[in-house]
């Protein structure tokens, strides 16, 4: 889904801002095998992956970058804005998502019930003051937080070492413990996301997670990756160290499944996105009318009574 | 808002056609159409009606909302066990429990963010502010997390959510702790605005913005929270709400219109009381209470007939809440204009803490009265 999101970018059909997470999907994909669907997520701008964890299909993902009327988030939202039950976006001020996700850990104790509330940050937005905010709230409180630092190695072009006085992310709750885990190893992943929803089931509060990850492509699209850091370091961590190939590794050592068998998965998913992207393609823009264009800035029925538009003819009136 | 309402243009179309206005006829003679002096009120009983602090009206608001749904939630600094900076949360932790009345850290963007997250998850936080002041912290999370999200998701994630707190001018607290936010927050998308100037007010507005599954930002005055005011049966009630989007005419009047909001709409009242001792002339004073949307029917209404229109407030002058009004009046009002509209703001100046130089800061109740002889050539 990725590589067609860059594919798309590249053919100009995608506009503004599209951040890809290459390189980074055990993240993802281990936290949402490690909890619920009653369970909570939410994330930064790099959130694809998760809105498709969540619930959001390819086609919809692929269709909200395009800008589509039955997008995800109906053409409104763009790639950094991608909501799903369960799935608190998609939120572009690097860092904000974090005291917001001890919120949605907050009303999970507030209502009760074993839930948790997994709250993904990176390793730039991990030197944000409300990021700290939100640790002694949720410490004090004894919230169901799970905050977990993806350390990709780069908060944009700044790598970690040049950013953070502390590198050790999972450190740097203080008085909330940490586990670093290995964010290239899918099972690892699963694995300590399930022992931290444990944690905060025996009513422990919260932990601070540390993915140490890697991302094969730039911040965003309009960076190419390579002016602060070398080709050959990109080229070893995709070699060595690539989620995917992992887990390829695993199957095939363990017996799970046969070389030809995987190859025809990797194939049917090839297939299947493409199918998927097609059909994202067909799909309507959102007609550039004042109905659609002012639509949900109030929840409907609770609207004013009308909204200003550029100039005084434009002004839309709900109750025609 | 009723669509006879019509951008300025097509009104002077209107106008040119039917040529109803003679030039020369005095605005003071020949438009006296309503008596002047006349209180609004909407309650027929004045039996029942209480005197009620502002204060006691937004803790009786707050208590009665925390009453009837177990979703609404308050929480911010020393609001529990300390009784609200202002008193305005006294007993509601004895009453409703520390579950339901929260003492935050000081950390305001950490707690608007963190209510956000339990507003976006279904519940309906009351997030307080000691000052609004202490909310610039706080307001990329107002701004990008609680009025934005709703439209970004496609209309999926609401965010029902109350921030409130004292807003504006405060005696003797120097710049940091002075300032009016209406116009910040009045000018963002998703965001509904109150201001209430008297306890109904008060209690109706808040009770409102609870209710509102929208965010709503409450900017109430300190100095306010000691004044009382009559409240009627009505307003006594635990239903009672006042729909935004609505002003109130405090004081009606034919000669000037005078749109004010908070603190202000008491000193515009005195100043018209002022005017009609000493020239007669009878001014009519308009309480906005909602900032966005903002009431630009009752507005115009009045200046079609006063022809005459003054904006009053206490915030910085450029680009305020006068501002807005008088482009507005401009837009849709210019050719019932037998004057120049004007405002009286607070002064272009950090809040000075020096009482002299305070009450050169602010508009005081001469100030208003100054503008409005000026105004109306007296």
């Known amino acids: 889904m990725e590589m067609a999101a860059d594919r798309l970018y590249k053919e100009k059909k995608i506009r503004g801002f599209c951040h890809l997470s290459t390189g980074q999907e055990a993240v993802a994909v281990g936290i949402e095998h490690a909890i619920n669907k009653s369970d909570d997520v939410i994330t930064s701008y790099r959130c694809h992956g998760f809105a498709y964890m969540r619930g959001g299909t390819v086609r919809s993902i692929i269709g909200e970058l395009l800008g589509r009327r039955e997008g995800i988030a109906y053409g409104k939202g763009g790639s950094m804005h991608m909501f799903a039950k369960g799935f608190y976006g998609g939120n ?229 | 808002m009723s669509r006879y309402l019509r951008p300025a243009a097509r009104l002077a179309a209107t106008a040119r056609t039917s040529a109803l206005r003679p030039a020369t006829a005095s605005p003071f003679l020949s438009r006296a159409a309503v008596i002047p002096g006349v209180q609004r009120r909407t309650y027929a009983d004045a039996s029942g009606v209480k005197e009620y602090t ?4 937004l803790n009786e608001a707050l208590a009665e909302e925390l009453e009837q749904n177990d979703k609404v939630f308050i929480l911010g600094e020393e609001v529990a066990q300390y009784n609200g900076a202002y008193k305005v949360t006294k007993n509601l932790l004895d009453r409703f429990g520390e579950k339901r009345v929260i003492d935050t850290p000081i950390t305001e963007s950490g707690f608007a963010g963190l209510a956000i997250g339990a507003a976006l998850s279904g519940l309906h936080p009351v997030c307080e502010f000691m000052t609004w002041n202490f909310a610039m912290q706080a307001i990329d999370q107002i701004v990008n997390s609680a009025a934005k999200t709703l439209y970004m998701s496609g209309g999926i994630q609401p965010c029902n959510i109350t921030f409130r707190g004292p807003n504006g001018f405060a005696a003797g607290v120097g710049a940091q702790h002075s300032q009016d936010f209406s116009a910040w927050y009045g000018s963002i998308p998703g965001l509904k605005v109150v ?42 009630k635990d239903d009672f709400v006042i729909p935004f989007g609505k002003a109130k005419i405090e004081r009606s009047g034919k000669d000037l219109t005078l749109v004010t909001l908070s603190r202000c709409v008491g000193q515009s009242l005195v100043a018209a009381e002022n005017l009609k001792k000493k020239y007669g002339v009878d001014v009519e004073v308009i309480n906005l209470r909602s900032i966005k949307p903002l009431d630009i029917e009752t507005i115009i209404k009045s ?18 809440v006068s501002a807005e009004i008088l482009a507005l009046t401009m837009e849709y009002g210019f050719d019932y204009l037998d004057a120049p509209a004007a405002r009286v703001t607070g002064a272009d100046v950090p809040t000075p803490y020096a009482q002299g130089l305070e009450e050169m800061s602010f508009p005081t109740e001469g100030t208003i009265e100054q503008q409005a002889v000026k105004l109306l050539r007296l």
């Open chain 1, 92 to 320: 572009g001020i690097v860092g904000a998502q974090v005291p917001v996700g001890a919120g949605l850990a907050f009303a999970q104790k507030y209502t009760g019930g074993k839930k948790a509330t997994v709250i993904l940050y990176g390793d730039g937005a991990s030197n944000q003051g409300q990021v700290f905010e939100a640790f002694n709230m949720a410490k004090l409180w004894k919230l169901p937080a799970l905050f977990g630092c993806e350390n990709n190695k780069y908060g944009m072009g700044t790598s970690a070492a040049r950013s953070s006085a502390l590198t050790d992310y999972y450190k740097r709750g203080q008085y909330i413990p940490g586990l670093k885990v290995n964010g290239m190893d899918v099972l690892a992943v699963k694995a300590a996301v399930q022992y931290g929803k444990q944690w905060t089931e025996e009513d422990n509060g919260p932990l601070v997670l540390e993915y140490v990850t890697y991302r094969y492509g730039g911040h965003s699209m309009s960076d190419p990756g390579t002016t602060y850091r070398t080709r050959e370091e990109i080229q070893r961590m995709r070699s060595t160290n690539d989620p995917i190939a992992g887990l390829k590794q695993h199957i095939l050592d363990w017996g799970v499944a046969q070389e030809d068998e995987l190859k025809n998965i990797d194939k049917e998913a090839r297939s299947f996105v493409n199918e998927e992207v097609a059909a994202a393609e067909a799909m309507a823009v959102p007609e550039a009318t004042p109905k659609i264009l002012y639509e949900d800035i109030y929840v409907r029925g609770s609207e004013p009574d009308f909204i200003r538009g550029r100039i005084l003819d434009e002004n839309y009136y709900f109750k025609q």
């Open chain 2, 54 to 57: 502002v204060r006691d009206a």
């Open chain 2, 195 to 236: 201001s209430p100037w008297s306890a109904e007010d008060a209690k109706g507005l808040l009770k409102a913005a609870i209710r509102d599954p929208n965010p709503v930002v409450v900017l109430e005055n300190e100095l306010m929270y000691g004044q009382s005011f009559p409240m009627s049966a009505e307003a006594q």
């Open chain 2, 303 to 320: 200046l079609k007939k006063t022809h005459r229109l003054m904006a009053v407030e206490s915030g910085f002058p450029a680009f305020g």
